[in-house]
């Protein structure tokens, strides 16, 4: 049994090595913009009142290794008067110059007036404000697809809150939430430069 394992791996990493866009390791940095609008506002018709605010402007930095993935964005996020983002573990897979991953992230925010740090989305109260606190917190989940022109990454993405947590452990509603919480997802595009 150990053998047939053990030659399926290599049957999967050989051909994702050979095709992959960078190899097994990358590192990038780069910019990323986000809107605060989800898709329901923009199906209700939020687009037609858009202001500039109604977007967030940051970095974003993104390490992968082999198949494994941690992207992290940061924002200046001034409806909340403070800085927000998301840090997410994904499993990421080069095909040709197409990256694609999905995984899973806590979102945070930092409020600069009131020095408030809490992470998680907070649907129902899932939220945290202090690290030792983290199982409380809801994921989100992180879906994106990118765009690999040499060093130069161009890609979109998408975080979708969910009510599952590592204390609730309802980890079937991270599927359901692709069905029922769609709507709720903020959508992004991200521009960045691989040093590695």
Known sequence: MKKIIIALLIALII??????GRGLFDLTLGVTASS???I???KDGALKEFT????RF???TELKLAFVDVDGKLFYDSANKGISGIVSANLAVDIFFVRIK???GYAYTYNLDTKDFYFGNGIDGGYATDISQFEKANFDVNVGVDVLLGPLTIGTYATLPTTCSIE????GDIVKALGDNW???KLGVTVGFALF
Request: charged share 15%; with cysteine.
């Open 52 to 55: 500039m605010e109604a977007l």
């Open 40 to 42: 329901d506002d923009v």
């Open 102 to 104: 999905t995984g899973l």
């Open 15 to 20: 051909p994702a090595c050979v095709f992959a």
């Open 36 to 38: 605060t609008y989800d």
């Open 183 to 185: 709507a709720s997802a």
């Open 168 to 171: 609730n452990g309802q980890w």
């Open 58 to 60: 940051g970095a974003d």
